[in-house]
């Protein structure tokens, strides 16, 4: 299961006008300790930051799971809040816990469609609790390993 990672990069950005502006923009990386998920985002964003850049907050998310899009609109993140309803099967009482994922879509309705294309299949009672655009530039996922480390990782 993935741990996931929400970190902040401030830096100077060239905007459209030519004008430079500080700003600092959200990533989800996919890591095992917070002092990875600080090394992932700099070796990530290294390459199309000019300048000085720091990591200026990383914080542990609770995204249980993300729904992937691979449509050439999809460019947003939308945070899915839903709740899975179960029966106490002694006091016949109702419960409901909150799971959060995240759906890559390029619009609302995308996004709903995103998820319930992701729940398809499942047993599960659900309802959607919330659908919120997240100010997400980018995630990044744990890149497969090379060939080579696989090979020496066998042995």
Same mark, same amino acid.
């Given at each position: ?8 990069? &401030?830096?100077?950005? !060239? ?9 600092? @923009? ?11 998920? @600080? ?23 609770? $995204?249980? @799971? ?6 050439? +609109?999809? +460019? &947003? ?8 309803? !179960? $029966?106490?099967?002694k006091t016949g009482a109702e419960k409901k816990?909150? !799971?959060? $994922?995240?759906? *890559? ?11 319930m294309e992701g729940m398809k299949g499942t ?5 959607? *609790?919330?659908?919120?655009? !997240? ?15 696989? @090979?020496?990782?066998? *042995?």
């Amino acid at each position: 299961m993935a741990n996931w990672f929400e970190c902040k990069v &401030r830096y100077d950005k !060239t905007m459209e006008n030519g004008a430079v502006k500080k700003v600092n @923009e959200p990533y989800l990386v996919d890591a095992l300790s917070f002092t990875e998920a @600080e090394a992932r985002i700099t070796e990530e964003r290294r390459p199309y930051i000019s300048g000085e850049f720091s990591v200026s907050a990383v914080k542990r998310t609770k $995204i249980a @799971e993300i729904f992937w899009n691979e449509a050439d +609109d999809a +460019d &947003r993140f939308y945070l899915v809040k839903v709740a899975f309803i !179960t $029966i106490d099967e002694k006091t016949g009482a109702e419960k409901k816990a909150s !799971t959060l $994922i995240l759906v *890559q879509a390029g619009n609302f309705k995308s996004a709903l469609d995103g998820f319930m294309e992701g729940m398809k299949g499942t047993m599960a009672d659900f309802e959607i *609790q919330s659908i919120t655009e !997240t100010p997400l530039m980018d995630v990044y996922k744990v890149a497969p390993m090379a060939e080579g480390a696989k @090979e020496a990782g066998k *042995q």
